[in-house]
């Protein structure tokens, strides 16, 4: 069930194509080449990138994200007065380039935002090192967006659910903003009885998990429980199952008929017992009686 979940959410919601590109002279970069973003909420472009000097501070290193066409077409810089005005105060790294980290975080993606956009690193060059270039754009390795308009749905996993006993339902989605992870909630269930979980499913994918705990009753048939998922831009999307709930095994009416029979056969055999010994006492005390007038009459007769 849980793989077919996850081919099911690979499907639906994302496909994804890795790329990871080694350019001339040590320059490298890691990013994912297409990446599903939901219109309205957020994404996160992973991307990783590693250069031909020494290990360098981030306050040595300058990055920019760019459309592939024009390199001065910045959708980030840590400059935000020569960023496209379309993307101003929309986006921001998320790692540190001292520690090869330029991971772009887009907010409120809009239908244009769909790219390409490559990243651009700048060095500043040290007054004895003139040998190597200080600046670098991985123009050939660059993230195309593709627009989602309406949010994924959760799916629900679970087994049948038994009266009197624990019952358990994960409510899963998949996500491309794992610095907005969307809200999971249920239509019934208290906060004890919730536990969540994210995890990372591959670069650019990770999946919330909300589980419900709960013991159903009875009047818990045919009642239905809905899950719903809340992304960053107030898109939501949900999704419902109906309990059928399954009755315990119940053996009352084979148990509580031969007790009371056996109680009451016990009873009328304890009182059975009881008048026979009684009157097995009776019949010897007469029998008692009657050789005693027996004996009488005979020394009588004699005499």
Not at 160 to 187: A, D, M, N, Q, R
């Amino acid at each position: 069930l849980g793989g077919s979940r996850s081919i099911v959410h690979k499907v639906l919601f994302m496909q994804l194509s890795f790329v990871i590109a080694v350019c001339t002279d040590g320059w490298k970069v890691s990013v994912v080449e297409s990446l599903d973003a939901l219109v309205s909420s957020c994404v996160v472009l992973p991307c990783t990138f590693s250069h031909p000097h020494e290990n360098l501070p981030t306050s040595k290193l300058r990055g920019k994200w760019h459309v592939t066409s024009d390199r001065d077409q910045l959708i980030y810089y840590e400059d935000s007065t020569r960023v496209l005005e379309n993307f101003r105060g929309r986006t921001k790294l998320l790692g540190k380039l001292g520690d090869g980290n330029c991971t772009l975080e887009m907010i409120e993606v809009k239908e244009h935002d769909s790219g390409p956009f490559c990243f651009r690193i700048e060095i500043a060059r040290t007054p004895t090192d003139t040998s190597t270039p200080d600046k670098f754009s991985f123009v050939k390795n660059c993230v195309t967006l593709n627009m989602i308009h309406e949010p994924p749905k959760p799916s629900l996993a679970h087994k049948i659910p038994v009266e009197g006993y624990p019952f358990t339902i994960t409510c899963s989605v998949t996500h491309t903003c794992p610095s907005h992870i969307p809200k999971l909630t249920w239509s019934r269930g208290s906060e004890n009885e919730i536990t969540e979980h994210h995890r990372k499913l591959q670069l650019g994918m990770w999946e919330t998990q909300s589980i419900l705990t709960f013991i159903p009753k009875e009047d818990d048939d045919h009642k239905d429980v809905t899950c719903t998922a809340e992304f960053n831009g107030q898109r939501t999307s949900e999704e419902t199952m109906t309990l059928f709930v399954k009755r315990a095994v119940n053996y009352n009416h084979i148990i509580i008929p031969t007790v009371v029979a056996i109680i009451t056969a016990g009873i009328f055999g304890g009182l059975c017992i009881f008048m026979m010994k009684k009157y097995k006492k009776r019949i010897n005390e007469l029998q008692s009686q009657d050789g005693t007038m027996w004996n009488r009459m005979s020394r009588i007769s004699r005499r």
